[in-house]
C-alpha cells in the first residue's frame, strides 16, 4: 500500500512540474516498459487537474492527438522540467469530456490558463467546444517505474522543414558588427 501511494505522488508531482508530457496510445508491455504500446510517442502540453493529465487537441491550430480514443489505453512518460530525463512512466486511463459538462468547464478553464500563444483569446475555449476534444489521462495501476529500454525512436514524420545551412559569410558579418560596437 505504501509503495502505491508513493508511486502515486510521484506520477502527480513528476507530471504537475513537467510542462510536457509523451503520450503513447496503448496498454504498457508485461514487463513494465512501454514496448507494447504501438504507434509513436507525442509531445503534448497538458495541465494536471484534479487527478489526471488533461489534454485539448485536434481541433485547427491545436496540437494532434492520435489514437487516443475515449476509454482506451495510453502510457505517459514525464521528464524532468530542469535536465529533461525521463522520471517515471505510467499507464492511463483515456477519457473523453463532453464538451459543456462541469468537468469539462473545470478542465478547460485550467487548460486556457496554460494555453500559450492563442490567436483567439477569450473565445478560445468556445472554439474548442466546437472544434477540439478535451482529454483526461487517468492514472491507472501503480506502475511509475522507468521503462526497460531507451525508447528512442526516428522523429515522427512531418511536412515541416528546418532552415537552410546558415550562409558562410555571417558569421564574420556579426563578429564585425559587434566589434564596431564595442568602440563607439
Known sequence: ????????????????KSGLIWVRA???AADGGDEAAPGPARALWHVWHEGAACVVGDGPGEQPLPGLADGGEAVVTVRSKDKGGRIASWP??????????AAWEAAVGELKGKRLNAADGE?????????????????AGSSAELPSSSLAAAPVE??????????A??????WRRGRRGRRG
Not at 483515456?94 to 459543456?100: I, K, S, T
Not at 512531418?158 to 550562409?167: A, D, L, N, Q, Y
Not at 559569410?169 to 556579426?174: E, Y
Open 158 to 167: 512531418t511536412p515541416v522543414t528546418t532552415r537552410e545551412p546558415v550562409p
Open 169 to 174: 559569410a555571417l558569421p564574420r558579418l556579426l
Open 26 to 28: 496503448g496498454g504498457l
Open 92 to 101: 492511463a486511463k483515456v477519457v473523453e469530456l463532453a464538451p459543456g459538462s
Open 1 to 16: 500500500m505504501t509503495t502505491e501511494l508513493l508511486a502515486r505522488a510521484l506520477v502527480e508531482e513528476a507530471t504537475k
Open 123 to 139: 473565445t478560445m475555449p468556445e472554439r474548442w467546444r466546437r472544434e477540439c476534444r478535451v482529454l483526461r489521462l487517468e492514472p
